[in-house]
């Protein structure tokens, strides 16, 4: 069964272009470990909540545009086993180098979480 890594992530609009450029060098790096599908949603219709919300859940100014994320694997082990080389690949690797290519948002505010799917449908 496929395992799915989700991101929720607030980058400012004049950031776009950068972001999208960042997503794709790193996106690749984790097609090269294993990675079947990889999505970057930009924002376009995230409304606000009364109680909670996309753009409360990652502290989004106004000025930012709420990116929804998520890799997915053929299974948690090799999702695993690409996780636990991350640091020492990031030194060696500049798509995932943090000085080669620099978040262009705030990682601190960033949501993400690993997911075992338990319901599958496709057309």
């Given amino acids: ?13 004049a950031n776009k272009q950068t972001f999208i450029d960042h997503a794709d060098r790193a996106n690749r790096y984790f097609m090269d470990q294993g990675a079947v599908r990889v999505r970057e949603c930009w924002g376009d ?6 109680q909670t919300d996309f753009r409360k ?4 100014k106004g000025e930012e545009t709420v990116v929804f994320s998520w890799i997915e694997w053929s299974d948690k082990t090799t999702r695993d086993a690409c996780m636990a080389q991350m640091d020492d ?31 599958e449908l496709d057309a």
Avoid at 5 to 12: E, H, K, Q, Y
Avoid at 45 to 50: R, S
Avoid at 57 to 60: E, L, T, W, Y
Avoid at 91 to 118: A, H, L, Q
């Fill in 1 to 13: 069964m496929s395992y799915i890594d989700r991101f929720i992530l607030a980058v400012p609009a």
């Fill in 57 to 60: 859940a990652v502290q989004a």
């Fill in 89 to 119: 690949a990031s030194k060696s690797d500049e798509r995932i180098n943090p000085e080669k290519n620099p978040m262009p948002f705030d990682g601190m505010r960033m949501i993400y979480g690993g997911f075992s799917p338990v319901v």
């Fill in 45 to 50: 219709d995230v409304p606000d909540g009364k």
